[in-house]
């Protein structure tokens, strides 16, 4: 119990802390580097893209070959790159806050379903895994394709669509980076006894951890489209929707001048 409630209290701040946007100082550095600065953005966004890696964890947990272990990050690897292209390129977008709490989900769905949860609760097969490795590896995209859509992008096809790859270069380096210390870790953890008696347990853990985030994604959607109803302090929570829309127009004025 004294776990889950430090787990609680974790990310009840980290949606603050890791507010999984982008800063001013991002948008700036967008406006002075090239698309290397893309690259670096991706990968430490992903690196620091909790929702993303809880998921990924939870789909490489219990995965012991190589083969297995590609297959699954292909599916996902592909359908996140193909929503974060298409649909910055196309300029197609969504509440982010609500995306996130889809992903959120992801997690939650990732982590039932290594505890058997289908068999158990429903008596019914898993959904194929692939399949929705695939479709959830479509919504993480589009969730970094919101983030970078806070960016100013330019106006030039070209320019852009070499920005948007090379922020998904970026993102593919972070996820290898962050996979390989899950791998290492999770190969390590299974050679002691402790890893069959703590599994279930560590992905109840994740199902807590993702309906923290479903929960705080769902307040931060609630709390833009309908401040004046929670009579909160601005001082005391962040709007980051807010704040980002107005760091990228003061971002635009600078590149004008």
Not at 41 to 68: E, I, N
Not at 149 to 159: A, K, T, V, Y
């Amino acid at each position: 119990m004294k776990i889950l409630l430090g787990l609680f209290l974790f990310f009840l701040f980290a949606n603050n802390i890791f507010a999984h946007g982008m800063s001013q100082e991002d948008i700036q550095a967008m406006l002075d580097g090239g698309n290397t600065q893309y690259i670096w953005l991706g990968a430490t966004h992903m690196l620091t893209g909790y929702d993303h890696l809880l998921f990924l964890l939870g789909v490489v947990f219990f995965l012991t070959t190589a083969r297995d272990i590609i297959k699954f990050v292909t599916l996902f690897t592909v359908g996140h790159s193909i929503t974060l292209i298409v649909a910055t390129f196309a300029g197609i977008t969504a509440n982010y806050y609500l995306i996130d709490a889809v992903i959120a989900l992801s997690v939650i769905y990732k982590a039932f379903d290594n505890n058997g949860g289908f068999q158990s609760y429903f008596g019914v097969k898993s959904p194929n895994l692939l399949a929705m490795v695939f479709i959830f590896g479509l919504i993480h995209g589009f969730g970094l394709s919101t983030r970078l859509q806070q960016l100013p992008l330019g106006d030039e096809s070209f320019d852009i669509l070499m920005k948007i790859i090379s922020f998904n270069v970026g993102v593919e380096i972070g996820q290898i980076i962050a996979l390989a210390v899950m791998l290492v870790v999770l190969s390590e953890w299974r050679e002691f006894a402790s890893f069959k008696r703590f599994s279930k347990i560590t992905n109840d853990a994740l199902i807590f951890i993702g309906f923290m985030l479903f929960l705080m994604q769902l307040h931060g959607y609630l709390h833009v489209i309908n401040e004046e109803d929670f009579g909160f302090n601005r001082d005391a929570h962040h709007h980051i929707h807010e704040d980002m829309k107005k760091t990228q127009e003061n971002s635009y004025q600078h590149d004008s001048l």
